[in-house]
């Protein structure tokens, strides 16, 4: 099943195959926890019933599938001996994935999650359900906030039962490490932005660095070419891809959630407007709006506000120019970033997979 | 210095010696982070900070100390050349411990720990001083959050610093996984415990033996056994030793949380009382009271009852005998401790040491 990917590389089979061999990995280690799970009882089995289908039945592997292309593309081969570690490893990163998703859920007390009840509100509908003994929100942050903890220590579990060589696990440590406080790190940025209102560039990009660029494209590839062995001009173009389409991902994702169609984002219309995001789009726009502009922006960003000043908000961010402007970025960060792939010694059929990767995440309509 | 433990064993000064080694390998370990946590910036960085004198302030290095003797037990030596990695492996555990504290105030919304500001109250606080946007405690909250987040993170990290031959990597990583799962567990069990209004004396020994006695004794004891290569008779004279007298530990903190002394224990009196902890001691008493007593205790147990009421459960408390009974269990546990530790081929030294911890975790007064 793993030596398919090489052969069929960015085509739709392929992705679903790879999805299905990273599926099969996390089943197994979750199998693996069954006992210690059980012995401590069938309360703790029934909460991680729901982190089990929370990781199987989740998201799109876009950390593990830039590992897997990372290790493939510095010459990693699918019919290795290795090609079992390198996937559990890819795999892991779900469940710090999980994990920030369930914590997020509670810090931003949002109610759902992939069309269904986020994991806090899950338990406090059991609890209330239940009529159970005291407050159910904070039954159902509680739990969550548990589950979220599980899935972090697991991400570790998992990284170990690949049981790496020494060497690969030398390299590999300091990477994961990194992926993992920087990811955190971003998220406290975020939070201590909106909080101390901070309207800067800087520190919406900085966010967008470390929160999702470097977490969700460059060290899981670093992480693939770690595992490679790969020399450090192949990690150093890697990287550089990887912070590039990271950044215009999410670019792309400031874009949609403003100006996204409800209908294929899933979202409500202005719902980042309403939410107060602290996004790279808005800082531009307040630094280009006139005195009168920026106030509105002020007054209505970040409040539940009326579907008419949403309209004049939509009004102000299409006169300041600032998404033809952001469109702009996109293409260069998108285009600088294929250029730092091509001129690498990633192998052709690792160029072409990210490269399919790298247009699908920055030209999304979702 | 770590040379001197096997010397002075259980004397003081060799306490305040390890206690001073363990500060130094986690001094040591943030200054290697330093550079990831700077990149991500000084908002972090100062984040960082309260976690750092969380960590490097706060303890009495009870797991650490655990694993050491367990060590140095089953063979370890201070003057090998793993010395280093075994105290890096014993203080990683305090990275868990932070995470699980720093988490359990929030979900608990404990105001206060170690005698100072709870970590999610600090944050509140420097939100409330700064006039931010948005509501001060959920900033803190969620700061408070990925704090306990980051310290999960970095103790395996500090745990892969320890850089184990593989041999050893294989026997600690199934206990290290071990732990951590059944502390998450037994936290989930004791939460839902109270929720769901569970009187009986299972399900509080089945939260003491994971939530305590697992994560405690038990686990670290077992931890320092396999970096020293144990057998598996040893193994399992550890892990007796380790569940009894972490369950004779807690019943012993059941008792100081409504009979402690305030001015020593520095709870208010009948704090777990009014909290509504679901502990051995209130299921003993509710299956040994009448029906009168009984209703008097499920009216008050978990409420803010007036010191009339409290003054009555107290009563009940003293004429159902669970006290004494308490005490008696905690002897025999105690004593079957001692009676595997000293029928096992635990070296003299670590015998001694070990008896000595048992005795100050069975008999404190606060």
Redesign the interface.
């Known amino acids: 099943m793993v030596a398919e990917h090489e052969k069929l590389a960015s085509d739709v089979d392929s992705r679903q195959a790879f999805a299905t061999s990273v599926h099969a990995v996390l089943a197994e280690f979750f199998e693996t926890?069954q006992a210690?799970?059980g012995s401590?009882?069938p309360?703790?089995a029934d909460?991680v019933e729901v982190l089990k289908s929370f990781v199987l039945n989740g998201g799109k592997r876009v950390r593990p599938s830039f590992t897997w292309a990372g290790w493939l593309g510095a010459g990693g081969s699918p019919d290795s001996d290795r090609a079992t570690a390198v996937l559990t490893v890819a795999a892991a990163q779900e469940f710090i994935q999980a994990?920030a998703l369930i914590?997020d859920d509670?810090?931003d007390?949002s109610s759902t999650r992939r069309g269904a009840p986020s994991v806090h509100v899950q338990f406090a509908n059991r609890?209330r359900r239940?009529k159970?003994?005291?407050d159910s929100r904070?039954?159902g942050?509680?739990?969550a906030?548990?589950l979220?903890?599980?899935g972090?220590?697991?991400a570790?579990?998992m990284l170990?039962?690949a049981?790496l060589?020494?060497d690969e696990?030398?390299r590999v440590?300091p990477v994961w490490?990194?992926m993992?406080?920087?990811v955190?790190?971003?998220?406290?940025?975020d939070?201590?932005?909106?909080?101390?209102?901070d309207e800067s560039e800087a520190a919406a990009l900085?966010i967008d660095r470390?929160k999702t660029a470097a977490y969700t494209v460059e060290r899981p590839l670093h992480l693939g070419a770690e595992l490679a062995g790969a020399g450090p001009d192949l990690i150093r173009a890697y990287r550089q891809f990887g912070v590039d389409i990271g950044i215009a991902f999410q670019l792309r994702d400031d874009l949609l959630g403003v100006f996204g169609d409800p209908a294929v984002t899933g979202k409500p219309i202005g719902d980042d407007l309403r939410e107060?995001k602290r996004t790279v789009l808005l800082a531009l726009a307040l630094q280009r709006a006139n005195p009168k502009e920026s106030a509105l922006l002020r007054r209505c960003i970040?409040t539940a506000m009326s579907d008419n000043d949403l309209a004049r908000v939509y009004e102000v961010l299409r006169t300041t120019g600032v998404v033809e402007d952001l469109e702009r970025r996109i293409e260069r960060l998108t285009d600088r970033a294929i250029v730092a792939l091509e001129t690498s010694e990633a192998t052709p059929t690792a160029q072409r997979l990210l490269r399919g990767m790298a247009l699908s995440a920055t030209r999304r309509e979702a």
Do not use: N, P
């Not at 955190?184 to 940025?189: A, N, R, W």
């Not at 939070?191 to 209102?197: D, F, G, Q, S």
């Open positions: 926890q210690t799970v401590v009882g309360v703790f909460a994990s914590h509670v810090m007390e609890h239940g159970w003994e005291g904070k039954y942050e509680a739990i906030i548990l979220g903890d599980l972090l220590c697991w570790d579990d170990r039962s049981y060589r020494m696990h030398k440590a490490s990194a993992r406080t920087e955190i790190g971003g998220q406290v940025l939070i201590a932005t909106v909080a101390e209102r900085r470390y107060g970040g």
